[in-house]
């Protein structure tokens, strides 16, 4: 017995003495502490802030796991690069584990990534996708986020699925389905990509289309009651189908259409994208038609277990499924009436 306890304690104390060193590069003055600095694109972002609530809240769960110590820094670049550019000089300079970046630029990346490594710091880009050759540039460089097309194309799905199961979108029964389209911010690949795909599962199913307008409104709520309160006043009730590319502007749009009084039944199909807490109290109230899960929780997990394999020097693909390298994908999920009960669950 007396020979076990001696055993166990030596094998701690040589556990201790790894762990610390395989833990955290250059931070000597407490080993079992990871750092991690997050630069996010806005703060306020309706889905952003749900990634971030996620890391926090999984990161607490990581120590309790690991017995080790995760300190999050997390820093708001509302909206300007150049701030950004500062604070991840800042989490540099004081010498932090992983660097999380939510680049307001995508542009801007290379320089980042090229500050990364000078400093010899891993970076995790998420939710704004660096270019391809930029990505490559450096092999400690990883992409956190989900497959803006793959989004699209659910959308379109679900508004064929309602055509399908006898949903009459097309009011004027002249057999073309007129829309409007709320595009998030230009050069946000999921803007551009959810636009394209969308629409394009709709031609591809034979289904005839117009399109009445289109705009940014920059994933913002505001924003998106403006535009649709402008063309509900040109265009009316002409207006069959809104394809918001986020949840906050579908709400926005009905928004619009709620100051105008109009009943539940008179308002155009709007379908979203992410499955926000506001966007499944609309669908259950039958403004919003369907949306599709952005899944931030799964990102934010993503982040913190990718964070903690770099930072402990652990094997990568046994904490996160890499594609490509240097890639991790979460899948999309429709969430329509139909199965709003597993994500309400969630909550
Ligand atoms: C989300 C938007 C969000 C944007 C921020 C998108 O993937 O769907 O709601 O505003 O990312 O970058």
Known sequence: MKKFVLRAVAILLLLNLIFPLAACG??????????????????????????????????????????????????????????????????????????????????????????????????????????????????????????GAGSGVLQGQIILNAIENGTVIDRNGDGVLQYVMLEGEPGHQDALLRTENSVRVLTASGIAVEKLAGDS?????????????????????????????????ALGAIDACTELEMAVEDMP?????????????????????????????????AMINLSCALAFDEPISAAVELVDGNYIWLPYVTVTLDNIEDFLEEE
């Open 26 to 147: 250059g931070a000597e003055d407490d080993v079992t502490t990871i750092r991690i600095g997050v630069a996010l694109y806005k703060q306020d972002d309706t889905f952003i802030s749900l990634v971030s609530q996620e890391l926090e809240k999984y990161a607490m769960e990581k120590e309790a796991e690991l017995g080790i110590k995760i300190n999050l820094y997390i820093s708001d670049g509302n909206g300007s690069q150049s701030a950004q550019n500062e604070q991840i000089d800042r989490f540099l300079d004081r010498g932090y584990d992983i660097i999380c970046v939510n680049v307001v630029d995508r542009t801007a990346a290379a320089v980042l990534i090229d500050k990364a490594q000078n400093a010899e710091v891993p970076i995790i880009f998420f939710n704004r996708e660096p270019v391809y050759e930029d990505m490559m540039r450096w092999h400690n460089v990883y992409y956190v986020g989900s497959d």
């Open 217 to 249: 409104a920059n994933w913002q709520r505001g924003q998106a009651l403006e535009k649709m309160r402008t063309w509900l006043r040109d265009m009316g009730e002409s207006i069959e189908l809104v394809i918001a590319n986020n949840d906050d502007m």
């Open 269 to 301: 199909f709007i379908v979203g994208v992410d499955a926000t807490p506001p966007a499944l109290i609309a669908l259950q109230d039958g403004t919003l038609k369907g949306t599709v899960l952005n899944d931030a929780e799964g990102q934010a997990h």
